[in-house]
């Protein structure tokens, strides 16, 4: 297995394996490799549906999205698909699914059909982001709390997948999730500073007050330094540790053909635990 880190802050090219065939030792060496670097890639893979949800499976219980299991869709895969017709609705640094008190752990994509121009995904490291605070400011953010929930043009991109109905049904079924503003990592025991598009507020303070520090501290995100940015191929994979990074799915390949594949890997309630205490402070809970 052949390692490249392809910046200071996050992501490393892993050259050498097949996802299909990897050993127990291989696994573990993929598993370090992931926790310190937070996205991994590799090319020229061969990802049938079952290995991917095979891979998957190796890292935890694939996981159904909210909203598709509120329309009777279990199935842990999902195809993202771009045409003239479906325009691209993933261009904002995210975290997967943190309307969700326990939102996915791990995401594993893979690339199908790739056009000529475009379509390159962004990964930033939330613990670059947090690093990057005064001293002052991280204790601030300690002790908040941020309301995550489907936001209005979440809910529209849904409403064009399901139906009109599709609105009232997110609105009733998921009012959110209370999660701690700084994330600590249960395996590293890092600190990450847990943004996510699908923030709402700061609990506790005024509007003006939260659309403020929001404003601040989500714009640290765009600071390339702590990116990485990945030009895709067909038969690429990417997995990335969705606890302490934030991806953006770049729309400038629009209205040429896209296709991926993706998978998620269930996650725990999301935790703020002080340096040195051994239980949380702070954890993640519905709204």
Same mark, same amino acid.
């Given at each position: 297995?052949?390692?490249?880190?392809?910046?200071?802050?996050?992501?490393?090219?892993?050259? #050498?394996?097949?996802?299909?065939?990897?050993?127990?030792?291989?696994?573990?060496?993929?598993? &370090?490799?992931?926790?310190?670097?937070?996205?991994?890639?590799?090319?020229? &893979?061969?990802?049938?549906?079952?290995?991917?949800?095979?891979?998957? =499976?190796?890292?935890?219980?694939?996981?159904?999205?909210?909203?598709?299991?509120?329309?009777?869709?279990?199935?842990?895969?999902?195809?993202?698909?771009? =045409?003239?017709?479906? *325009? *691209?609705?993933?261009?904002?640094?995210?975290?997967?699914?943190?309307?969700?008190?326990?939102?996915?752990?791990?995401?594993?994509?893979?690339?199908?059909?790739? *056009?000529?121009?475009? #379509?390159?995904?962004?990964?930033?490291?939330?613990?670059?982001?947090?690093?990057? %605070?005064?001293?002052?400011?991280?204790?601030?953010? &300690?002790?908040? /709390?941020?309301?995550?929930?489907?936001?209005?043009?979440?809910? &529209?991109?849904?409403?064009?997948?399901?139906?009109?109905?599709?609105? @009232?049904?997110?609105? @009733? +079924?998921? @009012? #959110?999730?209370?999660?701690? !503003?700084?994330?600590?990592?249960?395996?590293?025991? /890092?600190?990450?500073?847990?943004?996510?598009? !699908?923030?709402?507020?700061?609990?506790?303070?005024?509007?003006?007050? $939260?659309?403020?520090?929001?404003?601040?501290?989500?714009?640290?995100? =765009?600071? *390339?330094?702590?990116?990485?940015?990945?030009?895709?191929?067909?038969?690429?994979?990417?997995?990335?540790?969705? /606890?302490?990074? +934030?991806?953006?799915?770049? $729309?400038?390949?629009?209205?040429?053909?896209? %296709?991926?594949r993706r998978c998620t890997v269930e996650g725990g309630r999301p935790f703020y635990r002080p340096d040195g205490a051994s239980e949380p402070? !702070?954890?993640?809970? !519905?709204?």
């Amino acid at each position: 297995m052949r390692i490249t880190p392809l910046s200071a802050n996050i992501g490393a090219l892993v050259e #050498g394996v097949s996802l299909n065939a990897l050993s127990e030792d291989e696994f573990d060496e993929l598993h &370090q490799t992931l926790l310190k670097h937070h996205v991994i890639f590799l090319r020229d &893979q061969d990802l049938s549906e079952a290995d991917h949800i095979g891979l998957a =499976n190796r890292w935890g219980t694939p996981m159904a999205n909210p909203v598709a299991k509120l329309h009777g869709d279990e199935t842990v895969l999902h195809s993202v698909e771009n =045409n003239a017709k479906k *325009p *691209p609705l993933a261009d904002g640094f995210h975290t997967d699914l943190t309307y969700w008190p326990e939102p996915p752990n791990l995401a594993i994509l893979y690339a199908l059909d790739i *056009p000529t121009v475009g #379509g390159d995904t962004l990964w930033a490291s939330l613990y670059a982001v947090y690093d990057s %605070l005064s001293d002052e400011m991280k204790r601030v953010c &300690q002790d908040l /709390r941020a309301l995550h929930k489907p936001s209005d043009h979440f809910i &529209q991109a849904n409403v064009a997948m399901y139906g009109a109905e599709s609105e @009232q049904v997110i609105r @009733q +079924n998921l @009012q #959110g999730a209370i999660l701690p !503003f700084v994330r600590t990592h249960e395996e590293t025991g /890092r600190q990450a500073l847990f943004l996510s598009s !699908f923030i709402d507020h700061l609990v506790g303070m005024h509007r003006p007050e $939260s659309d403020a520090l929001l404003g601040y501290l989500s714009n640290l995100v =765009n600071n *390339p330094n702590y990116a990485v940015r990945w030009r895709w191929r067909a038969g690429d994979v990417a997995i990335w540790d969705e /606890r302490c990074t +934030n991806h953006r799915a770049l $729309s400038d390949h629009y209205p040429q053909y896209r %296709l991926m594949r993706r998978c998620t890997v269930e996650g725990g309630r999301p935790f703020y635990r002080p340096d040195g205490a051994s239980e949380p402070l !702070f954890e993640g809970t !519905f709204a």
